[in-house]
């Protein structure tokens, strides 16, 4: 069974880069039929999606984000990684490591991490 | 503001029908790309309900079921059980956006 488990600080200061890292477990990084992803949601919000990134490094973020995020993957060790600069507090919030499947459809999240709190507060 | 319409919240009793509409526009919806529904229970991550519009993956009773029509999908629940009560999140692919965008997520209450 595939497993995605976020880790990372839990506070971050304002101004400062946000990292965080997933690591895979119970299945490869590196098959070709799936994408990795990562999603917010703000305390008491909805879900908003960050990006995305292939095995072979290609990315894809959203355009609102996309000035101040930048994701890597690091396939030998079965991990996959966010960076988000120059936070603020609207960056508070759950993050989430997700793997899906990108086709003429569109994307599907079929596989999600438990999710790691994030507070940005001096 | 989401790209993908919900409303707030739904309720119904135990055993009845409920629908959850998701309304997107010509780039999502429209566009014919998927809608997928998940579900989050307090403090715990989305879980995949319906897929590709109206699959759902093994595991999911079959009192889910989806439907997509235009720019719009829905989600609806038969034989309600307590169980269910959670928040419910459509999901579906922008072309101007080239990601994902979500719903903004409804509230089932169940009486």
């Known amino acids: 069974q595939l497993q995605l488990q976020e880790s990372g600080p839990g506070l971050v200061k304002p101004s400062e880069t946000l990292s965080l890292t997933c690591t895979v477990s119970?299945?490869?990084?590196?098959?070709?039929?799936?994408?990795w992803g990562w999603i917010r949601q703000p305390p008491g919000k909805g879900l908003e999606w960050i990006g995305t990134i292939y095995y072979t490094g290609n990315t894809y973020y959203d355009p609102s984000l996309k000035s101040r995020v930048s994701m890597s993957v690091d396939t030998s060790k079965k991990q996959f990684s966010l960076n988000l600069r120059s936070v603020t507090a609207a960056d508070t919030a759950v993050y989430y490591c997700a793997r899906h499947t990108k086709s003429r459809g569109g994307y599907n999240y079929e596989y999600w991490g438990q999710g790691i709190s994030v507070t940005v507060s001096s | 503001q989401s790209v993908l319409t919900q409303p707030p919240s739904v309720s119904g009793a135990p055993g009845q029908r409920v629908t959850i509409s998701c309304t997107g526009s010509?780039?999502?919806?429209?566009?014919?790309?998927?809608v997928n529904w998940y579900q989050q229970l307090p403090g715990t991550a989305p879980r995949p309900l319906i897929s590709g519009d109206n699959n759902r993956p093994s595991g999911v009773p079959d009192r889910f079921s989806g439907s997509k029509s235009g720019t719009s999908a829905s989600l609806a629940i038969t034989g309600l059980q307590a169980e269910d009560e959670a928040n419910y999140y459509c999901q579906s692919y922008d072309r101007s956006l080239s990601g994902s965008v979500f719903g903004g997520g409804t509230k089932l209450t169940v009486l």
């Open positions: 119970g299945g490869s990084i590196s098959n070709s039929h799936y994408y």
């Open positions: 010509s780039s999502n919806i429209g566009a014919g790309y998927d």
